[in-house]
Nanobody, 122 residues
């Protein structure tokens, strides 16, 4: 299984970015897909996930600003990030994890993408 993340960059506060995670070797609808992020000097933290059923959930820090989606035809998962804040600055990692009903933990993750840098500053 390979995950290729893209779409990061620099944006001003209040701006938007869309991250993509193209998956090969596994279908996005067969697993839990999502994103973590890691800021300098901090631990990797959960951002958003979509279960195989299509239901999504988010961290409190990004809820109502970020939206996760998937395109099964392209086998790609997206993270639409709106109203970005400087504290959203981090390297964002997409993941493919086990099919679980609850909220995913790093121990449930099978594969990681390579990370894409998001910088929010004026």
């Amino acid at each position: 299984v390979q995950l290729q993340a893209s779409g990061g960059g620099w944006v001003q506060p209040g701006g938007s970015l869309r991250l993509s995670c193209a998956v090969s070797g596994r279908t996005v609808g067969s697993a839990t897909m999502g994103w973590f992020r890691q800021a300098p000097g901090k631990e990797r933290e959960f951002v958003a996930a979509m279960r195989w059923s299509g239901s999504a959930y988010y961290s409190d820090a990004v809820n109502r600003r970020f939206t996760i989606s998937r395109d099964t035809a392209k086998n790609t998962v997206y993270l639409q990030m709106n109203s970005l804040k400087p504290e959203d600055t981090a390297v964002y990692y997409c993941f493919l994890g086990r099919r679980i009903a609850g909220r995913i933990d790093v121990n449930d993750i099978d594969s990681w993408g390579q990370g894409t840098q998001v910088t929010v500053s004026s």
